[in-house]
């Protein structure tokens, strides 16, 4: 995510975090508030990135610090900025869901309330927090994922390489592009994998793959060459897997950019500006939840580190 420039001309502070629920007994939802001694507030649970951190990664992690909690990610929620003695702070959110866990006081919070969605605003010290709450209470979409369509990583030119396409590996950026995969896609708690038939598609998740403990399954259907031959089985496909599920988890699907942006077209996500098709850069992933109309559609072009991340020493 690009930072706003500070207007005070001081450093941007990174930070991430997220509005954690789970399921009341009367139906409806409950949110996590900590409080924070240091400050003597009342907030959701945040904190800086660490050295070459992804902002997703350190929401995670962050979270799981404060709170205790075992959480897997859902959609994005908003940015907020506020500024700081350093300069501007800048705090990514995440919806997540609590799937474990407890809580117990640390050396930065020493009390966690779960408490309706207006009564955790109504506990809330600060405004950016509040409007956070406001996204979580959104009802347009879901709070969380059911679906990652990952187009495969770099695999350099195709003219350099002496054999069938679909036999192309990975090339060295590619191979990174697909460490960073499992080391953040495990936040939306991948539960299946399928994969296009080049093997550069199945090289781009086996990395998550073993990470995760799953097997690879085929989908033929969501190849360049399937989905050309037959569009509404790849777009059935894909909407079979957004269908809600009963608990939390996501199916990863890797394919290629000849199809990737036309599935996006068909379940309505548009590209900004002067675009034609939504972006789906090598590497990149949309994270999605819903159905046309009512669609969560969360686009990533990368996990590099965050730009303003701390620098690596």
Known sequence: MSSPPDPSGGRI??????????????GGTEVAVVHRPRYDDWSLPKGKLDAGEHVLTAAVREVGEETGLAIVAGRRSVQTSYAVPEGLKRVDYWVMQAVGGGFEPNDEVDELRWLPTPAAADLCSHGHDRAVLADLARSDVPLMPTLILVRHGRAGNRSDWDGPDDLRPLDRRGRMQAQR????????????????????CRESVEPLAE???????????????????DPEAGLALVQSLLEPRSGPGVTVVCSQGGAIPSVLMALGVRAEGARLYPPCAKGSVWVLGGRPGALAADYYRNFDPDPDAPALR
């Open 13 to 26: 502070v990174a930070a991430a975090g997220g509005a954690v629920w789970r399921p009341a007994p009367d």
């Open 181 to 200: 995969l499992a080391e953040v896609l495990p936040a939306f708690l991948p539960v299946d994998l399928l994969s296009a038939p080049p093997v550069r």
């Open 211 to 229: 990470r995760m403990g799953l097997d690879i399954r085929p989908a033929p259907e969501m190849g360049e060459d399937g989905f050309a031959a």
